[in-house]
């Protein structure tokens, strides 16, 4: 974990960005438990996901220990799938995920719930953000207590869209 977060610092560095919120993950998983479809209910605005409602993600573990990520949503009145592969790390809660062949981004779990009900996911810099939840809508308490937690982390939760989920 610290070589991860020594060359996030470093590309961070070359690149012009800073990290600026708490990305660190939680201490435990239960993978079993995490694995299967989570629905998309607030995410921060990215071009891959632009314009998008019933997003949902769906995790399945291959038989080489990875995990096959379908996301699929709804654009312009059409169905969208993107088929990605998560890899395990040392961190329990720390993926390394990729939608486009070779290049694999941070998949970090910030906040779940003790029950697996929701969490909430970030990346390795502050640009990304989603909340994710087994149900299409979050109940007033459950989006409280994910909100505070994503502002104690220094996320501008302003910035979230809320996903419409019919």
Do not use: C
Not at 104 to 130: P, V
Not at 138 to 157: K, P, V
Request: glycine letters at 6%; aromatic letters at 14%; a positive charge.
């Amino acid at each position: 974990m610290k070589t991860t977060a020594f060359f996030t610092r470093i590309l961070s560095w070359l690149t012009g960005s800073r990290l600026t919120v708490d990305n660190s993950v939680v201490r435990e998983l239960d993978l079993n438990r995490f694995l299967g479809s989570w629905y998309e209910v607030a995410r921060f605005d990215h071009f891959f996901e632009r314009g998008m409602s019933q997003t949902k993600a769906n995790y399945v573990l291959r038989e080489d220990g990875d995990i096959d990520v379908i996301n699929t949503g709804i654009k312009d009145g059409k169905p969208k799938t993107a088929k990605g592969k998560a890899k395990l790390t040392d961190t329990p809660a720390l993926f390394r995920v990729s939608f486009f062949g070779l290049f694999y981004s941070d998949y970090r779990i910030l906040l779940l719930d003790a029950d697996y009900r929701y969490m909430l996911i970030g990346s390795g810099s502050d640009t990304y953000l989603w909340i994710l939840s087994r149900t299409p809508q979050l109940s007033d308490s459950d989006r409280t207590t994910i909100l505070a937690e994503a502002q104690r982390r220094g996320y501008d939760t302003d910035k979230l869209i809320w996903v419409k989920q019919d």
